[in-house]
């Protein structure tokens, strides 16, 4: 299974100040069809998770422009431009191109300070 | 707008059957361009896929859970369901249904105890 490993667990962040989170994988996500299936999720407190970011830096209908994704191969990057209350939760990167399973990083849980 | 629902038993006793219903309003499961899966959060908040089946009844599954696991289609009922057999403690978590990854259920929280 690919292994995805994201970096920090925990991000303190002022409001209005910039957060960035990691998502390393085991192995380059780049498909066979040139693609590279990373998305992002945030699950806010007693919600499902939503998708925020598809094939590394394609955002979802209605995703605020203040996210952002890049990155390639194994490294790729969440980042908010400018923290809002809206965005405390858990931020998940998961990875579709290698599967059965898909599988998701552990998780990073945005607080504000 | 699609919306999905999860039901079923939420407590369910060890070695025995979990079983969940997705109901799908908004959308048909039959529609081509979709699957439609399973995702569970452990106590810790790990996601875990489960698997998916398509429109057209073909399925995938999670290889550590394949051997239990029987995700299907029910096009006159417009829903999808979840089988694991043989459950145990580890099995206790949140159920999502979601479509493609971007519509989800609200999750039903199940656990399996004595």
């Known amino acids: 299974d690919v292994v995805l490993t994201q970096s920090p667990l925990s991000l303190p962040v002022t409001l209005g100040q910039p957060a960035s989170i990691s998502c390393r994988s085991s192995q380059s996500l780049v498909h066979s069809d040139g693609k590279t299936y990373l998305n992002w999720f945030h699950q806010r407190p007693g919600q499902p998770p939503r998708r925020l970011i598809y094939?590394?830096?394609k955002r979802d209908s209605g995703v605020p422009d203040r996210f952002s994704g890049s990155g390639s191969g194994t490294d790729f990057t969440l980042k908010i431009s400018r923290v809002e209350a809206e965005d405390v939760g858990i931020y998940y990167c998961m990875q579709g191109t290698y599967w059965p399973p898909m599988t998701f990083g552990q998780g990073t849980r945005l607080e504000i300070k | 707008q699609v919306q999905l629902r999860e039901s079923g038993p939420g407590l369910v006793k060890p070695s025995e059957t979990l079983s969940l219903i997705c109901t799908v309003s908004g959308g048909s499961v039959t529609n081509a361009s979709y699957y439609w899966s399973w995702v569970r959060q452990t106590p810790n908040k790990r996601l875990e896929w489960i698997g998916f089946?398509?429109?057209?009844?073909?399925?995938k599954y999670n290889p550590s859970l394949k051997s239990r696991v029987t995700i299907s289609v029910d096009t006159s009922k417009n829903h999808f369901s979840l089988k694991v057999i043989s459950v145990t403690a580890a099995d206790t978590a949140m159920y999502y249904c979601?479509?493609?990854?971007?519509?989800w259920g609200q999750g039903t929280l199940v656990t399996v105890s004595s």
């Open positions: 979601t479509r493609n990854d971007v519509s």
């Open positions: 089946v398509y429109y057209n009844r073909s399925t």
């Open positions: 094939r590394v830096s």
